[in-house]
């Protein structure tokens, strides 16, 4: 049997879960709901999570995020110009255009953490600007996406699969 860092959630820690992070991307549906600004790594485009036909269901999701008027996703592409990456994901929470109220949010697997020491927020907020320097324009962030979600759908429907 071989051991692993993290057990198993339960099927019940699965559904909550689910739940919670269906409750909070209804927020994002919403009129009022906050502008978004996202900067992926293509390693997570490209990192199959699933099978062939659910993980192009996601990239066609993450699409239609893109098509968003009140949301901006970028790609990291693996050959970026960068001396900064992050090898772990942060969000950074602006309440108002006041930077003085800005909260980091860091998720990990097993707890998640609120950053609001100036010093820290200043240091998340320089990251994401490298971060977002260094990655494709909005509109060649769509086409990799895309290009990543056809190779899988034509690889699902090249092996046979049904999808």
């Known amino acids: ?21 269906l409750e909070r ?3 994002l549906h919403r009129a ?3 502008d978004l600004t996202f900067v992926l790594s293509e390693s997570a485009l490209r990192r199959q999570v699933g099978d062939p036909a659910t993980m192009h269901t996601q990239l066609a999701h ?7 008027h009140d949301a901006e996703l970028q790609v990291l592409p693996f050959n970026a ?20 109220t ?14 609001d020491r100036p010093d820290a927020v200043r240091a998340y907020t320089r990251l994401y600007g490298r971060l977002r320097a260094a990655a494709l324009g909005p509109v060649e962030s769509q086409h990799l996406i895309g290009k990543v979600a056809n190779d899988l759908q034509h690889h699902t429907h090249g092996s046979g699969s049904q999808a």
């Open 1 to 21: 049997m071989a051991a692993t860092a993290h057990p198993r959630p339960t099927a019940d820690e699965l559904d909550r879960q689910v739940a919670l992070r």
């Open 25 to 27: 991307q209804a927020i």
């Open 32 to 34: 009022d709901g906050p």
């Open 62 to 68: 993450l699409v239609d995020i893109s098509q968003r």
């Open 81 to 100: 110009e960068t001396y900064q990456t992050a090898s772990y994901g942060f969000i950074i929470l602006r309440f108002d255009p006041d930077a003085d």
């Open 102 to 115: 800005d909260v980091i949010y860091l998720e990990d697997y097993t707890y998640a953490v609120y950053l």
